[in-house]
C-alpha cells in the first residue's frame, strides 16, 4: 500500500463510545489504513465488544443489508458457544481487545480480507477443551493442539517451531497431519473446518 487511495478502508462499531475511539486511534496510527464511516464504502468491518457474541451482534445489525463483507471481531471474552457461532456466521478473523495494537490490527484486517482463519490462541485451546465429542479431540495429539493453537492465531512454521523448541520439520509434520485428519487443503481451511466440526 503506498498512496492514500490504496489505503484499506475501514469501518468500525463498538460497544461503547471509549472502545471505539481506541480502536479509531489505533488504526490511524497505521500509514496503511483509512478507517470512516461504516456505511460507506468499507472494505473491511471490524466489529468490536466485551464479548465475541455482543461484537457479532453489532455486526448482524449493522451489516444486514451488505451479507459476506469480511469481519475482524475484536473482544475481550471468546466464549466457544460464541466463537462456533461466529464461524458459522462466515468470521474467520478474531482478535483479542488487549492485543489490538496498530501491527496487529493490520495484519488482522489483512487476514480478514483474504479470508483467512485467525483466532486468539486461548480461545483455540478453550474450544478444544470444550469439544462435545471427546473422542473427537482426542484424536489430536498434545502437540497438535499447540501447532494448531499457534497456526490460528496466523504464525508460520518457523515461529511455531520457536514457540514450542522443536524443529520446523516437527511443526510441518504436525500441520501435514491436522490438514490430513481435516481434509482441508490450506491452513485457514484446517482452523475453520476445526471448530465448525467443533473439533476446536
Avoid at 460497544?15 to 472494505?43: K, Y
Avoid at 491436522?178 to 485457514?188: C, I, K, P
Amino acid at each position: 500500500m503506498n498512496g492514500p487511495g490504496d489505503r484499506l478502508r475501514v469501518g468500525v462499531l463498538a460497544d461503547d463510545p471509549g472502545a471505539g475511539r481506541t480502536l479509531l486511534a489505533a488504526l490511524c496510527a497505521s500509514p496503511d489504513v483509512a478507517p470512516q464511516v461504516v456505511d460507506g464504502p468499507v472494505q473491511v468491518l471490524v466489529s468490536a465488544a466485551a464479548t465475541v457474541d455482543r461484537a457479532l451482534a453489532l455486526c448482524r445489525h449493522h451489516d444486514a443489508n451488505r451479507p459476506g463483507r469480511p469481519v475482524l471481531l475484536v473482544a475481550d471474552v471468546f466464549d466457544p458457544a460464541a466463537v462456533r457461532t461466529a464461524v458459522d456466521a462466515g468470521v474467520r478473523t478474531m482478535l483479542r481487545r488487549s492485543d489490538a495494537s496498530p501491527r496487529r490490527l493490520v495484519t488482522a484486517l489483512g487476514a480478514a480480507l483474504n479470508g483467512e482463519a485467525r483466532l486468539p490462541s486461548e480461545a483455540v485451546v478453550r474450544l478444544l477443551g470444550a469439544s462435545a465429542d471427546p473422542s473427537v479431540s482426542s484424536r489430536l495429539t498434545a502437540r497438535q493442539v499447540d501447532v494448531l493453537a499457534l497456526m490460528a492465531e496466523g504464525h508460520g512454521n518457523a515461529a511455531i517451531a520457536r514457540r514450542l523448541g522443536c524443529s520446523e520439520h516437527t511443526v510441518k509434520n504436525a500441520g501435514y497431519e491436522l490438514m490430513a485428519r481435516l481434509q482441508a487443503r490450506n491452513r485457514a481451511q484446517a482452523v475453520a473446518r476445526a471448530v465448525r466440526t467443533g473439533l476446536v
